[in-house]
T-cell receptor, first 113, second 114 residues
Framework: AQSVTQPDIHITVSEGASLELRCNYSYGATPYLFWYVQSPGQGLQLLLKYFSGDTLVQGIKGFEAEFKRSQSSFNLRKPSVHWSDAAEYFCAVGPGAGNMLTFGGGTRLMVKP | DGGITQSPKYLFRKEGQNVTLSCEQNLNHDAMYWYRQDPGQGLRLIYYSQIVNDFQKGDIAEGYSVSREKKESFPLTVTSAQKNPTAFYLC?????????????FGSGTRLTVV
């Protein structure tokens, strides 16, 4: 069965500092990988996705992620965090049965001024 | 603009009541999904439907029911058998064309038992 682990439940960074959110997955074939962001009480917004090809993918809002097959990881990075980046971030892998996505538990990002 | 509409945004349920959460999409997507979100547990799949008049249980289907009579609509009923229904519920739809897969999420319904 597929699964996703986000080891960090909470992360606090200072504004302007760099950010890396970790994501490890378990999947039987080449996965489709996604990062979503969620503001409080809102739905999910897609930041970026990986299907195939270049293992470094660029997303919206200055985010990027790197697929590392050997480490079963898909970590999200941003060189300089802005206060508006404070939110919860979810990594997801698919497709599973019914082509559904399996999500990690999420990482809540707090940004210090 | 195309998208997914979930209603209501907030819903309150008394003990023993059934309530229905609405999910409507105008994206012409074939598949639709219901997820439940609890703090620290990410999103867990309740039910999904890949075509009209067909749906499958997800990981936590007990106490929930769905229908898919129209492509655009996938309502979720939280029954009195669901012992801990207080949560945030997200509906999603999926487009798959060739190598492209995309998922669209609604803005969610927060259900509270009072």
């Amino acid at each position: 069965a597929q699964s996703v682990t986000q080891p960090d439940i909470h992360i606090t960074v200072s504004e302007g500092a760099s950010l890396e959110l970790r994501c490890n997955y378990s999947y039987g074939a080449t996965p489709y990988l996604f990062w979503y962001v969620q503001s409080p009480g809102q739905g999910l917004q897609l930041l970026l996705k990986y299907f195939s090809g270049d293992t470094l993918v660029q997303g919206i809002k200055g985010f990027e992620a790197e697929f590392k097959r050997s480490q079963s990881s898909f970590n999200l990075r941003k060189p300089s965090v802005h206060w508006s980046d404070a939110a919860e971030y979810f990594c997801a892998v698919g497709p599973g049965a019914g082509n559904m996505l399996t999500f990690g538990g999420g990482t809540r990002l707090m940004v210090k001024p | 603009d195309g998208g997914i509409t979930q209603s209501p945004k907030y819903l309150f349920r008394k003990e023993g009541q059934n309530v229905t959460l609405s999910c409507e999409q105008n994206l012409n997507h074939d598949a639709m999904y219901w997820y439940r979100q609890d703090p620290g547990q990410g999103l867990r799949l309740i039910y999904y439907s890949q075509i009209v008049n067909d749906f499958q249980k997800g990981d936590i289907a007990e106490g929930y029911s769905v229908s898919r009579e129209k492509k655009e609509s996938f309502p979720l009923t939280v029954t009195s058998a669901q012992k801990n229904p207080t949560a945030f519920y997200l509906c999603a739809s999926r487009l798959w064309q060739g190598d492209f897969v995309g998922y669209t999420f609604g803005s969610g319904t927060r259900l509270t038992v009072v």
